[in-house]
């Protein structure tokens, strides 16, 4: 490619810079191996000389072609698919052959066309070694023209059809050469062979590609004989020279440098595509799966707005048993307290026990059954929590059935991290692993006993050893010390006169520290229950969060990463529609 002028050396050097960025721009969509090394090889090739891949199913003779092309038999014919390689053909002052690897044969010939062309010769599209059509595979990208030989006698066979599909999405400039004519009876046979593939080309190319029927047995025949009349009758019947004078007007030094210059830009093209395709599919999937979280966060919030509301039902019936029992209280000091009981009030256990009996009542028991229902109403509805993340994750996991979901799986053994499906089905799984394994190991009677034990230290500063200590027990001896120490009436009634005279006093003293004492125990009891309750409400939505954080932040930073890719893929292929512009426009 030593003959470009300026600009179009300035073209091969925009088009290395835009592969090398293609490049650059899949590595964050885990190109596939095959796809790298076709742009690297893309890159490679805009220094080598032009390049003619021949294709075709084994025995359609396409090693006749290029023997008849060259005027004399260089390659080998008639070989089995179990013997035949790849033959690369380029310009040599003698005849070589080299063996450059255990399926690819370089032999030099010196026709002086191959100065500037080097031919492939590939095994068969149906070769019996599936290495061959591998190898056939690989040429094909790094082709500028591909010449697709059928056989007149089984022309378009499947394996050819098939093979056509597939280099298809390459955008190849691909000529058809209809070999071995001579085997057809008369023109109108060759003629419905002719309209036949023409038909077949159309569908499997989507475009219209020139065909050319030949006979290289004819032409070689041509070629061999010394008589110059049979040797003008043999090469018309070929018609082998329309192919040629097709093939090499239009690999002249423009249109050589034409294919050469927009091979790359195919490569580049269907890569470009390919991985656009590939980062629109992931946004959609990340989109879905930027819902998900919103929905889990969103689920969240329900959940602590439902909690709290409940909650304040809850706690107002501990509530009402604190207000019961100051109305007991205040009754009972207005009974108790008065001259006509002095006798009573100077036994200090008898109205202590009278009060416990009358005031205290059966509030301890009922403060720890509304305490116990409340608990196991808190523990009961963050296991529900945990059983709706964990089956709305694993639905999602689900998406496009359990056993498309089992054979991802299967496919991340040892592979977890390598790529975006497997790196987002492992953390979906994981994530639903986990809150399944927070499920099944949930122990209601540890939960409850470990909140129990949260709120009975806020209220009473303690922690009573062994099992869960009643918080009603708490609310009693609380109760019943505060009226022992607020109302001193055992010391007031020292002296009969002295005590009629203060009583009154005392009692409204005592009714009045009564019910700071009541009140500040309802405050210190609900504020200390309602904090646990926030705090554990908290922890519970903590926890999910820290349970699904992994697949979060996979989800924001491949969303980043895909979306950067996307736009970066659509900034490229502009450059290469520029570029491809300018390669038309070389003078033809």
Same mark, same amino acid.
């Given at each position: 490619?030593?003959?470009?002028?300026?600009?179009?050396?300035?073209?091969?050097?925009?088009?290395?810079?835009?592969?090398?960025?293609?490049?650059?721009?899949?590595?964050?969509?885990? $190109?596939?191996?095959?796809?790298?090394?076709?742009?690297?090889?893309?890159?490679?090739?805009?220094?080598?000389?032009?390049?003619?891949?021949?294709?075709?199913?084994?025995?359609?003779?396409?090693?006749?072609?290029?023997?008849?092309?060259?005027?004399?038999?260089?390659?080998?014919?008639?070989?089995?698919?179990?013997?035949?390689?790849?033959?690369?053909?380029?310009?040599? $002052?003698?005849?070589?052959?080299?063996?450059?690897?255990?399926?690819?044969?370089?032999?030099?010939?010196?026709?002086?066309? %191959?100065?500037?062309?080097?031919?492939?010769?590939? $095994?068969?599209?149906?070769?019996?070694? =599936?290495?061959?059509?591998?190898?056939?595979?690989?040429?094909?990208?790094?082709?500028?023209?591909?010449?697709?030989?059928?056989?007149?006698?089984?022309?378009?066979?499947?394996?050819?059809?098939?093979?056509?599909?597939?280099?298809?999405?390459?955008?190849?400039?691909?000529?058809?050469?209809?070999?071995?004519?001579?085997?057809?009876?008369?023109?109108?046979?060759?003629?419905?062979?002719?309209?036949?593939?023409?038909?077949?080309?159309?569908?499997?190319?989507?475009?219209?590609?020139?065909?050319? $029927?030949?006979?290289?047995?004819?032409?070689?025949?041509?070629?061999?004989?010394?008589?110059?009349?049979?040797?003008?009758?043999?090469?018309?019947?070929?018609?082998?020279?329309?192919?040629?004078?097709?093939?090499?007007?239009?690999?002249?030094?423009?249109?050589?440098?034409?294919?050469? %210059?927009?091979?790359?830009?195919?490569?580049?093209?269907?890569?470009?595509?390919?991985?656009?395709?590939?980062?629109?599919?992931?946004?959609?999937?990340?989109?879905?799966?930027?819902?998900?979280?919103?929905?889990?966060?969103?689920?969240?919030?329900?959940?602590?707005?439902?909690?709290?509301?409940?909650?304040?039902?809850?706690?107002?019936?501990?509530?009402?048993?604190?207000?019961?029992?100051?109305?007991?209280?205040?009754?009972?000091?207005?009974?108790?307290?008065?001259?006509?009981?002095?006798?009573?009030?100077?036994?200090?256990?008898?109205?202590?026990?009278?009060?416990?009996?009358?005031?205290?009542?059966?509030?301890?028991?009922?403060?720890?059954?509304?305490?116990?229902?409340?608990?196991?109403?808190?523990?009961?509805?963050?296991?529900?929590?945990?059983?709706?993340?964990?089956?709305?994750?694993?639905?999602?996991?689900?998406?496009?059935?359990?056993?498309?979901?089992?054979?991802?799986?299967?496919?991340?053994?040892?592979?977890?991290?390598?790529?975006?499906?497997?790196?987002?089905?492992?953390?979906?799984?994981?994530?639903?692993?986990?809150?399944?394994?927070?499920?099944?190991?949930?122990?209601?009677?540890?939960?409850?006993?470990?909140?129990?034990?949260?709120?009975?230290?806020?209220?009473?500063?303690?922690?009573?050893?062994?099992?869960?200590?009643?918080?009603?027990?708490?609310?009693?001896?609380?109760?019943?010390?505060?009226?022992?120490?607020?109302?001193?009436?055992?010391?007031?009634?020292?002296?009969?006169?002295?005590? %009629?005279?203060?009583?009154?006093?005392?009692? =409204?003293?005592?009714?009045?520290?009564?019910?700071?004492?009541?009140?500040?125990?309802?405050?210190?009891?609900?504020?200390?229950?309602?904090?646990?309750?926030?705090?554990?409400?908290?922890?519970?939505?903590?926890?999910?969060?820290?349970?699904?954080?992994?697949?979060?932040?996979?989800?924001?930073?491949?969303?980043?990463?895909?979306?950067?890719?996307?736009?970066?893929?659509?900034?490229?292929?502009?450059?290469?529609?520029?570029?491809?512009?300018?390669?038309?426009?070389?003078?033809?």
């Amino acid at each position: 490619m030593d003959i470009l002028d300026n600009q179009q050396m300035q073209i091969r050097s925009a088009e290395q810079e835009s592969l090398l960025a293609l490049r650059e721009a899949i590595e964050p969509l885990g $190109p596939e191996a095959v796809d790298v090394a076709a742009l690297k090889q893309a890159e490679a090739d805009l220094e080598e000389l032009f390049l003619l891949v021949v294709v075709g199913e084994f025995n359609s003779g396409k090693s006749a072609f290029i023997n008849a092309l060259l005027g004399e038999d260089v390659l080998p014919e008639g070989v089995t698919p179990t013997t035949a390689s790849i033959n690369l053909l380029r310009y040599g $002052p003698q005849v070589t052959e080299t063996q450059s690897s255990d399926f690819v044969t370089e032999r030099t010939y010196p026709a002086p066309f %191959l100065r500037d062309i080097s031919i492939v010769d590939t $095994p068969g599209t149906n070769a019996i070694i =599936r290495q061959h059509e591998a190898l056939t595979r690989t040429f094909v990208p790094r082709s500028d023209m591909v010449l697709f030989i059928t056989s007149a006698d089984r022309p378009f066979t499947e394996s050819e059809r098939g093979f056509m599909e597939a280099i298809r999405e390459w955008g190849k400039k691909i000529v058809l050469v209809l070999n071995k004519i001579d085997l057809l009876g008369n023109q109108e046979e060759l003629d419905r062979v002719l309209h036949f593939i023409e038909e077949h080309s159309v569908a499997l190319l989507g475009q219209k590609s020139e065909i050319f $029927p030949v006979s290289a047995r004819l032409a070689k025949k041509a070629r061999a004989s010394d008589n110059f009349a049979e040797r003008d009758a043999l090469l018309r019947a070929s018609h082998f020279d329309e192919l040629e004078k097709y093939i090499f007007s239009t690999l002249d030094e423009a249109g050589r440098i034409r294919l050469k %210059l927009l091979t790359p830009l195919g490569i580049a093209g269907r890569v470009a595509e390919k991985y656009k395709e590939i980062a629109k599919n992931r946004l959609a999937v990340l989109a879905e799966d930027f819902r998900t979280v919103e929905n889990i966060e969103a689920q969240l919030q329900v959940y602590e707005s439902d909690m709290k509301r409940e909650f304040a039902g809850r706690i107002s019936q501990i509530e009402n048993i604190i207000y019961e029992l100051r109305e007991r209280g205040e009754a009972f000091f207005d009974q108790t307290i008065k001259a006509s009981r002095i006798r009573d009030l100077l036994s200090g256990n008898k109205i202590k026990r009278e009060f416990e009996e009358r005031v205290v009542a059966d509030s301890a028991r009922r403060v720890d059954d509304a305490t116990s229902g409340l608990i196991d109403w808190m523990v009961d509805q963050d296991l529900r929590l945990w059983q709706g993340v964990s089956e709305y994750l694993n639905r999602r996991r689900l998406a496009g059935g359990a056993e498309e979901a089992s054979r991802r799986d299967e496919h991340m053994i040892g592979t977890v991290g390598g790529g975006f499906e497997t790196s987002r089905q492992a953390l979906l799984r994981s994530v639903v692993q986990e809150a399944r394994t927070v499920i099944d190991s949930f122990d209601r009677r540890q939960e409850a006993e470990k909140i129990a034990q949260d709120m009975r230290a806020a209220v009473a500063g303690v922690v009573a050893a062994g099992g869960v200590a009643a918080l009603g027990v708490i609310v009693s001896i609380a109760i019943t010390s505060a009226f022992v120490d607020i109302t001193g009436v055992t010391a007031a009634l020292v002296s009969g006169a002295i005590g %009629l005279f203060i009583l009154p006093y005392r009692k =409204r003293k005592a009714l009045q520290e009564f019910r700071a004492r009541t009140q500040e125990l309802r405050d210190k009891l609900i504020g200390a229950m309602t904090y646990q309750f926030e705090a554990e409400l908290w922890r519970s939505k903590e926890r999910i969060r820290e349970s699904i954080a992994p697949y979060t932040r996979f989800v924001r930073v491949e969303q980043d990463r895909v979306s950067t890719a996307q736009a970066r893929l659509g900034e490229i292929e502009k450059e290469l529609a520029r570029l491809r512009g300018q390669i038309e426009g070389i003078r033809r």
